[in-house]
């Protein structure tokens, strides 16, 4: 009779280090937890994953959360580095593997809010669908339109509405169908209503004689079914520099 040799420890994604100053920062982002779930509002300027540096990344903070012997919460999605807002991550396996599927049969809705410039977009609501592909730059990746035949088209598609309007600057609400990355941003500057502060997409840095700070995109609300039955709406506030900006310009 044959021997099996010794069960092979699993792969397990060493700790991170945090400081009582992490700890404390990750923590006071808390919008929403259960046993289930946490939802955190992150700030802009802070990456999700795979950051430069020596800065910790939001996946890498989320260890603050982790119990003895046990895994940090498994982030579901992720945001810009400059995009403030709602970001979700579950607590445990069983709803990892929940939300993850959730995620691919696009049962969960965004919604987004955006500063945009010299306007509103015309019509002031309606549907953008135009392919993008992926651009490499030296380090730096981007996305442009494309013809949906071209071979690295991917599809993608935005709901919007404009919510305020002023001189110069349009408050819009965004609904993307689809999450490509930069999506919101190349959609939008492609109708030839950039968002205000994207400079890599060709956003205003000023707008009305008011700095813009960073870039003016915030993802509200994450509405989305939930591990233990039902569904869950969760919204971030607009962070204080955007929301003072949006106050400047009149569209509050």
């Not at 099996?4 to 990750?26: D, I, Y």
Request: hydrophobic residues 40%; contains cysteine.
């Amino acid at each position: 009779m044959s021997r099996k040799g010794p069960r092979k420890p699993e792969n397990v994604t060493p700790t991170v280090q945090l400081s009582a100053g992490e700890v404390a920062f990750v923590r006071s982002l808390v919008i929403y937890e259960d046993p289930e779930v946490l939802a955190l509002a992150k700030p802009s300027g802070l990456s999700s994953q795979g950051g430069r540096g020596q800065v910790h990344t939001l996946d890498e903070l989320l260890w603050a959360f982790a119990r003895p012997g046990k895994a940090r919460p498994r982030m579901i999605h992720r945001l810009d580095r400059d995009t403030s807002g709602v970001i979700l991550s579950a607590k445990t396996k069983p709803a990892a593997g929940f939300l993850g599927k959730a995620m691919m049969a696009r049962q969960m809705k965004k919604t987004y809010r955006a500063v945009v410039t010299p306007g509103a977009p015309e019509p002031k609501g309606g549907t953008i669908e135009l392919s993008l592909r992926r651009e490499e730059q030296g380090r730096e990746a981007y996305m442009r339109p494309c013809a949906p035949d071209h071979p690295d088209a991917e599809a993608a598609r935005t709901r919007y509405r404009t919510l305020a309007e002023a001189s110069g600057a349009a408050l819009v609400e965004l609904d993307p169908e689809t999450g490509r990355m930069h999506q919101l941003r190349v959609h939008l500057a492609a109708a030839g209503r950039p968002i205000a502060g994207d400079a890599r997409y060709g956003g205003a840095l000023v707008v009305g004689r008011h700095p813009v700070p960073r870039l003016m995109l915030h993802a509200l609300a994450l509405e989305f079914p939930h591990p233990a039955g039902g569904r869950k709406r969760i919204e971030a506030p607009t962070p204080s520099d955007m929301a003072g900006l949006i106050a400047a310009l009149g569209l509050g």
